[in-house]
């Protein structure tokens, strides 16, 4: 069985603050990750995804993945309180970017004014 | 470029009743999925299109659920009957051949009682 692991929150930092989000998958075969935000009551909504090992960085948003540690983080800088959602991290089993997605269950962050 | 189009938005329905969902995907779009939202999870995949053609519909439960795609643009999805866990949102999303992202629609949100 594929999983993926996240701490369900809620994480809450101050406005300004750097979010930290993390998330561990079993299958040593992906080879490609998505970081999904969804606000309440709306759907998820792609925000990066990474293919290489190292760091990708897109604006305020830099997703990290260590495949050697089956392990894969998104960090928000300057949080602001739109920021305020659940992240789902997300991988297509078996390798490749494409197919099928496995969810986690989410980390819910708030941002504090 | 209109998104991917779910309707209803909300639909309460008595247990052993049947429902059944609609989904329009974006223009182009290729590769249709159905979700199942449970409150508090990330969405679960039921069924995966190419196409016209169910490619992986290994969870969804067969003994109540079906799916079509006929020409292999909007899709409908059916439960017959209805049982009070099936009470979650249903999610549709699609993706275009040769890229990663994939879209979401809205949901619907179906309460059984």
């Known amino acids: 069985q594929k999983e993926v692991e996240q701490n369900s929150g809620p994480l809450s930092v101050p406005e300004g603050a750097i979010a930290s989000l993390n998330c561990t998958y079993s299958d040593r075969g992906s080879q490609s990750f998505f970081w999904y935000r969804q606000y309440s009551g709306k759907s998820p909504e792609l925000i990066m995804f990474i293919y290489s090992n190292g760091d990708k960085e897109d604006g305020r948003f830099t997703a990290q993945l260590n495949k050697a540690s089956q392990y894969v983080s998104l960090l928000i800088r300057d949080s602001q309180p739109s920021d305020s959602a659940t992240y789902l991290c997300a991988f297509p089993p078996g390798g490749g970017s494409q197919g099928n997605l496995i969810f986690g269950k989410g980390t819910k962050l708030s941002v504090k004014p | 470029e209109a998104g991917v189009v779910q309707s209803p938005r909300y639909k309460i329905i008595e247990k052993k009743q049947p429902v059944a969902f609609w989904c329009n995907p974006i223009s182009g779009h290729n590769t249709l999925y159905w979700y199942r939202q449970n409150l508090g999870q990330g969405p679960e995949l039921l069924i995966r299109?190419?196409?016209?053609?169910?490619?992986?519909d290994s969870q969804l439960p067969k003994d109540r659920f079906s799916a079509e795609r006929l020409k292999g643009v909007d899709s409908t999805l059916k439960i017959q009957p209805a049982e009070l866990g099936d009470s979650a949102v249903y999610l549709c999303?699609?993706?275009?051949?040769?890229?990663?992202?994939?879209?979401f629609g809205q949901g619907t949100r179906l309460t059984v009682v």
């Open positions: 999303a699609s993706r275009k051949e040769g890229l990663a992202e994939a879209f």
């Open positions: 299109y190419e196409n016209e053609e169910a490619v992986d």
